[in-house]
């Protein structure tokens, strides 16, 4: 169980006992250092410190950290505070909004498109979860192809131009959303 109350948001204790110690793992295992290993071509990073790395992260209310226990108020430590100590980084900056598509355009909601684009935050790691609240108001999926930010693959497709623009020497990573009886 994902300890969600709501079927949608993951309770405090999941994000600290499940959830954040795998991604601080999955963050470790997969890290690279760009700058510092390209030239001697080492990628293998078994102990890399990362107390002078910065993370940002974008989302939905989920990253956000909204609380069902407290009528959806921020959490006291929502998944990315909670990366931020246990990989002890320099800083990290939480840039979702609750109730944000991925796409553009959709019911007035914020979107995680959006959220990129006005950023302006240092970043080493970036993480961008989302897509659930495309999938409730049923944002069209578009094609692999698209470029129109409105539909799903169009938005997603640009926000990753818009990473390897803004950030090319950042890890990216992107999660999605999760099935509760899954």
Wanted: glycine share 6%; net charge negative; charged share 20%.
């Amino acid at each position: 169980s994902n300890g969600t109350g709501d079927g949608i948001h993951p309770s405090q204790e999941f994000w600290a006992t499940d959830f954040t110690p795998k991604l601080a793992q999955f963050i470790k295992d997969n890290y690279e250092y760009k700058n510092e290993n390209e030239s001697s071509g080492n990628s293998a990073n078994v102990n890399i410190d990362f107390s002078e790395k910065n993370y940002v992260a974008f989302g939905d209310s989920i990253t956000f950290g909204a609380d069902y226990t407290r009528n959806y108020a921020p959490m006291d430590n929502p998944y990315p505070k909670l990366v931020f100590q246990q990989l002890k980084l320099k800083s990290y900056k939480n840039y979702a909004i609750s109730g944000s598509t991925i796409a553009t355009g959709v019911d007035d909601l914020p979107s995680i498109y959006n959220q990129i684009i006005s950023s302006d935050t240092k970043a080493d790691i970036i993480s961008v979860m989302g897509g659930v609240n495309d999938y409730n108001r049923n944002v069209e999926i578009g094609s692999i192809n698209d470029n129109n930010t409105t539909t799903f693959y169009g938005s997603l497709k640009a926000i990753c131009e818009i990473l390897l623009n803004k950030y090319p020497t950042s890890f990216c990573f992107f999660m999605t959303p999760y099935k509760e009886d899954c």
